[in-house]
């Protein structure tokens, strides 16, 4: 299966992604390079899908969201292209798209669409953007990733949240596990009285940026904050996906937003979400529910999405986030667009989608897919 080959990462295709700093990278910080799992290379390499290969380096930046994930598709494509080589440096979305609108990477990674409007008399980052690839850029969904409300509470195996109560917690203004509130929506279960300690990620993040527009689209009485990459809640501030999840599993009465394969990678308890139409888990079904009644944003071939966070639609998981890939619709270097081309169709393709439910993403659902893979085939 797909997830076998992450095993190869390092010494197939993933050289390093502190080699982004050959490329003009100044961000100096350590990456999550974690992986799991192994598969002989004769073995991986039959169940590699087809692959348009170059021989070149591709580097990329951003998401660390989708880190798992983009190593899944780099491991497979490296699997089949062996002279192609693929950096991808997990620092943030926001770190990301400032290091692609700089010219330092070839494409980021971004849990959210490109800003279309700027700040105090600012150009917008898709302004930025399109002057830096003398082109529009364009924001191609690739990867969903639910967010986990993850939690760490001994003798508690299931929860259920809603979105005032989880805007309670994250503010601070619920401290205890055993708090009526979070007592009413789970009868039956017992408990403790447990303090409770938030972990936030402290890095500017496209997963908080997603986690605090579902509070104030679901909740906004009680979460009266803006969404922003820049968490405002309460609690303590730890980098990146791995360290948020790392603070609950270390932590009795732990609780975070964390991206799903996270939260699974760690064992971590996972919240079900009641939204108002019935307590529904987190599993791939419920997350392609609600990425498939996504509205696109973008026009033509940028496909940034409206998310729904306040769905109420039973079945319908609420707290999902897409990470894009940001890539120039028309690349100044002929060639290097080519090379992005060929590994973004690679990505995309229906064979390593799948695979990435294994790992705690949900694969696109069937028309999203259809119109990425269209995108991909229209750049140049």
């Not at 490329?23 to 590699?48: F, K, L, M, Q, Y």
């Not at 008399?121 to 409300?149: D, H, R, Y």
Request: proline fraction near 3%; hydrophobic fraction near 40%.
């Amino acid at each position: 299966m797909i997830s076998k080959r992450i095993g190869l990462v390092a010494s197939v295709a993933l050289v390093g992604s502190l080699a982004l700093a050959g490329c003009g990278s100044d961000n100096t910080t350590g990456t999550d390079t974690g992986t799991s799992g192994s598969a002989s290379g004769s073995a991986a390499a039959s169940e590699a899908p087809k692959a348009d290969c170059f021989s070149g380096t591709v580097n990329a930046e951003g998401s660390s969201a989708q880190k798992n994930a983009i190593e899944e598709a780099i491991a497979s494509y490296g699997e089949a292209c062996k002279d192609a080589k693929l950096n991808y440096n997990p620092t943030g979305s926001g770190a990301g798209i400032k290091q692609f609108i700089a010219g330092q990477v070839d494409f980021a990674g971004s849990d959210s669409a490109l800003k279309t409007e700027g700040k105090d008399g600012a150009q917008s980052e898709a302004a930025q953007a399109e002057a830096f690839c003398g082109s529009p850029a364009w924001n191609l969904p690739m990867v969903t990733g639910p967010i986990a409300i993850a939690f760490n509470v001994k003798g508690v195996d299931k929860l259920v949240i809603t979105p005032a109560v989880a805007a309670d917690i994250f503010s601070g203004k619920v401290t205890t596990w055993n708090d009526p509130k979070i007592a009413e929506i789970n009868k039956g279960a017992t408990l403790p009285a447990t303090a409770i300690k938030v972990f936030f990620r402290s890095d500017e993040s496209g997963t908080t940026e997603n986690f605090t527009k579902y509070l104030k689209a679901a909740a906004a009485d009680a979460w009266t904050a803006d969404a922003s990459k820049k968490w405002t809640g309460a609690g303590e501030g730890k980098e990146k996906s791995a360290g948020v999840a790392e603070g609950v599993k270390s932590t009795d009465g732990g609780i975070t937003y964390v991206e799903w394969s996270y939260a699974k990678d760690n064992k971590l308890g996972i919240a079900s979400v009641d939204n108002g139409g019935g307590a529904v888990e987190l599993n791939g079904e419920s997350v392609g529910k609600a990425v498939a009644a996504a509205k696109q944003s973008g026009t033509g071939n940028d496909l940034a999405l409206k998310l729904d966070y306040a769905t109420k639609e039973a079945g319908a998981y609420p707290i999902i986030l897409v990470t894009y890939e940001i890539v120039c619709s028309k690349n100044k270097d002929a060639e290097k667009g080519k090379n992005i081309k060929a590994f973004l169709k690679h990505f995309g393709s229906a064979d390593v989608q799948k695979g990435l439910e294994e790992i705690g993403y949900a694969p696109l659902p069937k028309e999203v897919e259809d119109k990425v893979l269209t995108a991909i085939d229209a750049l140049s």
